[in-house]
């Protein structure tokens, strides 16, 4: 081995962390970055982010919130995991379905309204799987349909909200009373609660995983062809845009920017189109299938 290409190899040897597990199938990225650095014996916030981020703010890394970053830093590097492994723990897929950009300001403004700016939990899940999931970020999703139990919002001990991130770093541990998540019971789901979290799992875990219908060239066509089906929906119904709107309680605006499959100058929230697929019992899930067999 040459000289260059041996000190490259020293570097990435030394950078590389000890232990360096995959992400878990749905895992969140501050899930997936708490778990990498507690089990390298990394506990600090800021030990976190110098490692991941060094050239960077320490709030940067919790700024991002599950969102994909502009950069993965030097993520790819100390876990020796490729971007594509990496960024299924954001909703980087999520957007690419939507035509949108995966910005995090952007993604942010998508999402807007949909998700929980704390951990929501179940603590089954937690025993089972010792990882927090993307999918509990979304609060349309009220409960663990694997477990048949209510997602928490808080501490069953202190009531405490509990931060996506926590300094020192934890895994399942109340930052506040230092019980333990997983010891809490969660309510019941009834039979029809349980039945639609299922339906709703499967919604969000198709949305955040990637396929080929993401592509830059694919993407706004199924978006446009998406709020085609839905306007036809409408349509067959003998609806105006003003009373489905008024049903929905969402603006008249967000209904044209759906059914008009609008990506620049005024476009829908991730939370319209579920609302509005909602209205004609579908899931999401549905509707990409449908425009998936229409557009083939």
């Known amino acids: 081995m040459n000289k260059p290409a041996q000190k490259v190899a020293e570097l990435y040897y030394f950078e590389l962390l000890p232990l360096h597990p995959q992400p878990q199938p749905l895992e969140s990225l501050t899930s997936y970055l708490s778990r990498l650095a507690i089990s390298n014996g990394f506990i600090s916030f800021a030990a976190l982010s110098e490692l991941v981020f060094p050239a ?3 709030a940067s890394l919790y700024r991002f919130k599950d969102c994909p970053p502009l950069s993965l830093g030097k993520l790819p590097l ?6 594509t492994i990496l960024l299924p723990t954001t909703f980087y897929h999520l957007a690419r379905k939507f035509g ?8 942010t403004h998508f999402l807007d309204g949909s998700l929980a700016q704390h951990l929501r939990f179940c603590p089954r899940c937690l025993q089972d799987y010792n990882c927090y999931f993307l999918t509990w970020r979304f609060k ?3 409960g663990c349909a694997e477990h048949g139990c209510h997602l928490l919002e808080q501490c069953g001990q202190c009531g405490q909200e509990i931060p996506l991130l926590t300094n020192p770093l934890s895994i399942g541990v109340c930052p506040g009373c230092k019980k333990a998540l997983k ?4 309510p019941a789901l009834s ?14 875990a198709y949305l955040l995983t990637p396929e080929p219908m993401e592509a830059n060239e694919v993407a706004p066509q199924v978006v446009k062809q998406l709020g085609r089906d839905l306007r036809q ?12 709107a008024k049903a929905l309680k969402l603006p008249s605006a967000q209904i044209v920017f759906i059914e008009q499959g609008r990506l620049k100058q005024g ?13 004609f019992d579908l899931t999401l899930f549905d509707l990409f299938a449908m425009v998936r067999a229409e557009l083939v």
């Open 100 to 107: 949108r950009s995966v910005a995090t300001a952007q993604v």
């Open 191 to 204: 039979k029809r609660r349980r039945e639609a979290s299922l339906r709703q799992q499967r919604d969000l």
């Open 56 to 58: 960077q703010h320490q």
């Open 140 to 142: 349309a999703l009220r």
């Open 233 to 244: 929906r409408r349509l067959s119904r003998s609806q105006s845009i003003r009373e489905v």
């Open 78 to 83: 100390i876990t020796s995991h490729p971007a």
């Open 183 to 186: 010891s809490v019971v969660s």
């Open 267 to 279: 476009t829908a929230s991730f939370r319209a189109y579920q609302i509005y697929a909602n209205y």
